[in-house]
């Protein structure tokens, strides 16, 4: 097996910067690639705890506290920020961070947080063309040469004569990670502009799906299929014993019978075969969802009997 692990965190459901601190230098220290986090401004289920967490304000604190750990969102709303800014904030984390910064973006799904916090929410149809244009943006920002400037005669963004700085430290600028079940626009919106393709949540049967049509659209469009790394995201529970499993369920109200249909949830060994079914519809990367970021034990079993099987 050669599936990539990183560790995926809902920080919208109660954590301070300190937890998520916590989580990334273990998450680093027990050898995951990447820490990643939602970008929501609200709770979805129990009270919200002490309160959201902006994600880039986090994960520019985190990139100073880390060294050599992945950092980004999966995904940021493009109703929450407006693309030039984005573009500017994401190159100033990944220079902080000597490199090691993704972009995950999505038209945004979760209306209750935008009335909470008076962030408009278009109908679905504008969502996308805003996405498609920020992509566009922010895209067109980054690989502007040195010197030159970038203009984009846009619906939503027009930009004129922008000189298009700071610029990421990264060769081709911060990787793009797009992702979801859409049957059109999501799929060429990835093999436009985006590194990875991720499917969330879903089956391996399903995923495998979506990586199809992903691929086939690729090939339509002359980009070598090759060259999108495919992604899904699960929620995991891992224990080596059954009550440590179901402590694990009950600590974050979820039941162990539905976390091990619908997730990654077992023993060490019954995870890693979970694995193999996504790896062989194509998966080359799970984002592996911890729920209780206050159980470190968690993440070191996982590294232990997980992590540890993989090549």
Not at 129 to 140: H, N, S
Not at 218 to 234: I, K, N
Request: net charge negative.
């Amino acid at each position: 097996m050669t599936v990539d692990l990183r560790i995926f965190t809902e920080p919208q459901q109660g954590a301070t910067y300190d937890d998520l601190l916590a989580v990334a230098r273990a998450s680093e220290d027990l050898g995951f690639s990447g820490f990643f986090r939602s970008d929501h401004y609200l709770h979805m289920g129990g009270d919200g705890g002490v309160g959201p967490t902006d994600a880039w304000t986090t994960l520019a604190g985190l990139a100073r506290e880390t060294s050599t750990i992945r950092l980004g969102t999966l995904v940021t709303s493009a109703t929450f920020r407006l693309p030039g800014p984005l573009a500017i904030q994401v190159a100033g984390v990944d220079q902080m961070s000597g490199g090691r910064v993704e972009l995950g973006l999505g038209a945004g799904w979760f209306e209750a947080e935008h009335t909470a916090y008076g962030i408009p929410f278009p109908p679905l149809g504008e969502r996308f063309d805003r996405l498609e244009e920020q992509l566009a943006v922010i895209t067109g920002l980054w690989g502007t040469q040195p010197g030159a400037t970038f203009s984009h005669d846009g619906t939503h963004y027009p930009v004129t004569d922008s000189p298009a700085l700071a610029k990421p430290v990264q060769d081709g600028g911060v990787p793009i990670i797009i992702g979801g079940g859409g049957k059109r626009r999501t799929p060429a919106l990835a093999v436009r502009h985006a590194a990875e393709f991720n499917a969330a949540f879903s089956s391996a049967d399903a995923s495998g799906r979506l990586f199809e049509r992903v691929r086939d659209v690729a090939g339509r469009e002359g980009r070598d299929p090759a060259s999108l790394t495919l992604s899904a995201a699960q929620v995991v529970c891992v224990g080596r014993d059954e009550a440590t499993l179901r402590r694990r369920a009950d600590a974050v109200g979820r039941d162990l019978g539905e976390l091990r249909e619908a997730g990654l949830a077992g023993s060490p060994d019954e995870v890693v075969e979970k694995i193999t079914t996504f790896e062989a519809v194509g998966a080359e990367r799970i984002y592996l969802q911890v729920l209780d970021l206050s159980d470190l034990d968690h993440l070191a079993d996982i590294a232990d009997g997980v992590l540890r099987q993989l090549p």
